[in-house]
């Protein structure tokens, strides 16, 4: 398992910008963000290959960023004009190789996004 350490959550007002990072044991293929709110299920937010290739959910799409270190096997993810419907638990998520053994996904323990209106 791919160890993966989440940072930056917090509580802000609607409007305002959060940047949530996470630290990865070693390197994968693909690297993103899911988010799940009581009761539903979890939902990609961004996620992003090594190659660059990105893919957003539509309820982000315009305001969050996610963008990647490779040389530091970071990830991270910029949202702007947050929303109240944007308050969720957000999970570092990973997939990808180590050398030719498939690792499968990894995730985080979550750190949590909560805005106010």
């Known amino acids: 398992q791919v160890q993966l350490v989440e940072s930056g959550g917090g509580l802000v007002q609607a409007g305002e910008s959060l940047r949530l990072s996470c630290a990865a044991s070693e390197f994968m293929f693909s690297m993103g963000w899911y988010r799940q709110v009581p009761g539903k299920q979890r939902e990609l937010a961004a996620l992003?290959?090594?190659?660059?290739?990105?893919e957003y959910s539509d309820s982000v799409k315009g305001r969050f960023t996610i963008s990647r270190d490779n040389a530091k096997n970071m990830v991270y993810l910029q949202m702007n004009s947050l929303k109240p419907e944007d308050t969720a638990v957000y999970y570092c998520?990973?997939?990808?190789?180590?050398?030719?053994?498939?690792?499968?996904?990894?995730w985080g323990q979550g750190t949590q996004v909560t805005v106010s209106s």
């Open positions: 992003m290959h090594r190659d660059g290739r990105t």
């Open positions: 998520w990973a997939r990808g190789s180590r050398g030719s053994a498939w690792m499968g996904e990894s």
